[in-house]
């Protein structure tokens, strides 16, 4: 399977432990993003690599999130403290970044964070 | 205002008919634009993207975009139950991130 690729798909915690979720891009994509969404809503940006280098952050997201692409491959969203409202699916997606522009973004599977 | 507007939904038409799924951007700079499918429980699925003004046909599926009226559609020709689903408008601008509409949801009655 050449897709992009998450895990765990899904992870029931108790509010204040700390969650890590990874993804695995397609492998020749430069662009590695996450995305936070909850029912009825469109995905809502939290923020993107390109290679290594986390180029945005999204103003919405806590103190509490943090994101790396160490080697410039896969990469980690770590939820520290977790609280209820953090409850939701946390997409993975990736793109080529070169001339002319930005390529298409291609979603992973998804991992659903349940915060009890 | 928002960036990406959709209307929610439900959009239901019968089985066999067009089904017309609009999206409007407020970013002039907006440079390419997405739709995605996206079933109960599951990521989205990219299914059409187009960059230049007109239109552009995959199969059942034709992307309308009109940059001057900041406005992007999809038609699904057509349809059938299986294509009952959100569908996600996304926009981005050079070099900055993509934006989400909120999503449509259509559905196909047999």
């Known amino acids: 399977d050449t897709g992009v690729s998450q895990d765990p798909r899904h992870k029931i915690t108790k509010r204040g432990q700390n969650v890590t979720f990874r993804c695995d891009p397609i492998?020749?994509?430069?662009?590695l993003y996450w995305y936070r969404q909850t029912l009825g809503q469109g995905p809502e940006f939290l923020t993107y690599?390109?290679?290594?280098?986390?180029?945005?952050k999204s103003r919405l997201l806590s103190d509490r999130f943090s994101a790396e692409r160490p080697k410039g491959s896969f990469s980690t969203l770590e939820i520290q403290r977790t609280e209820q409202g953090d409850s939701a699916m946390y997409l993975c997606?990736?793109?080529?970044?070169?001339?002319?522009?930005?390529?298409?973004?291609?979603f992973g599977p998804g991992t659903r964070l349940t915060v009890t | 205002q928002k960036e990406v507007e959709q209307n929610s939904g439900p959009l239901s038409v019968p089985e066999g008919a067009i089904a017309s799924l609009n999206c409007t951007y407020s970013?002039?700079?907006?440079?390419?634009f997405f739709w995605y499918r996206q079933y109960s429980g599951k990521s989205p699925e990219l299914i059409m993207f187009?960059?230049?003004?007109g239109d552009k046909e995959d199969g059942r599926f034709t992307a309308q975009l009109n940059k001057a009226s900041q406005y992007v559609s999809l038609l699904i020709r057509d349809s059938q139950p299986s294509d009952s689903a959100t569908y996600l408008c996304?926009?981005?601008?050079?070099?900055?991130?993509?934006?989400f509409g909120p999503g449509t949801r259509l559905s196909v009655l047999p």
């Open positions: 997606a990736s793109s080529f970044h070169g001339p002319p522009g930005v390529r298409e973004q291609y």
């Open positions: 492998s020749e994509h430069n662009r």
């Open positions: 690599f390109q290679n290594e280098a986390q180029l945005e």
């Open positions: 970013d002039r700079g907006s440079q390419s």
């Open positions: 187009i960059y230049s003004n």
């Open positions: 996304a926009v981005r601008n050079y070099g900055q991130n993509f934006v």
